[in-house]
């Protein structure tokens, strides 16, 4: 009967996130940070990201929740989800550590000019996170979504293009 009950919780915690507005909101982000990316307002792309993580949550509960119900998870499932949540904090945290390093590095003279894969690194950087998503929650389409970003970073390092392309496409795409 456990069983039953756990991949019921397992099948509950998928659909959970069939609603859309998190595909919308990563798409949304992606793009309007490709956006700010190409017209050097690299502040505001920093920002929405921060603005989109604080709205999902209202959101949901606003426009999502009346038409689909709401679920309570299981303390367990909610510790997996606070795990993942500090997990992905790490990850942030690591890389803009990494970032800053790169940056004191290169100005203080240690390192020369950038290789020029690092024009992939800003759409690797959001398909990792979108991948451990995926991994995560066991939706199929965030697996589509981070290999579509991934793509893209490396279409970008081939096609010797800067990243706000790549960006720009992807966020599209997911959006739609």
Not at 74 to 80: A, F, I, Q, T, V
Not at 93 to 108: E, K, N, R, S, Y
Not at 129 to 158: D, H, I, N, S
Request: charged share 15%; aromatic share 14%.
């Amino acid at each position: 009967m456990n069983d039953s009950i756990n991949s019921l919780e397992k099948a509950a915690f998928r659909s959970f996130w069939n609603d859309g507005l998190l595909d919308v909101m990563l798409g949304l982000t992606v793009l309007v940070v490709g956006l700010s990316w190409w017209h050097d307002m690299a502040v505001f792309g920093a920002l929405f990201p921060a603005v989109c993580v604080s709205l999902w949550h209202p959101l949901r509960k606003r426009l999502v929740e009346p038409c689909m119900g709401y679920v309570e998870f299981s303390g367990e499932r909610n510790l997996k989800v606070r795990g993942f949540r500090f997990g992905l904090t790490a990850f942030f945290t690591g890389t803009m550590m990494l970032g800053a390093v790169i940056i004191l590095l290169w100005q203080g003279g240690a390192i020369s000019r950038p290789a020029n894969w690092i024009a992939g690194f800003p759409l690797l950087l959001i398909g990792i996170p979108v991948l451990f998503f995926a991994a995560f929650t066991q939706c199929r389409r965030f697996y589509l979504y981070a290999a579509l970003t991934l793509l893209a970073g490396a279409e970008v390092v081939l096609q010797d293009q800067d990243p706000h392309v790549g960006m720009i496409a992807t966020g599209i795409v997911i959006t739609v």
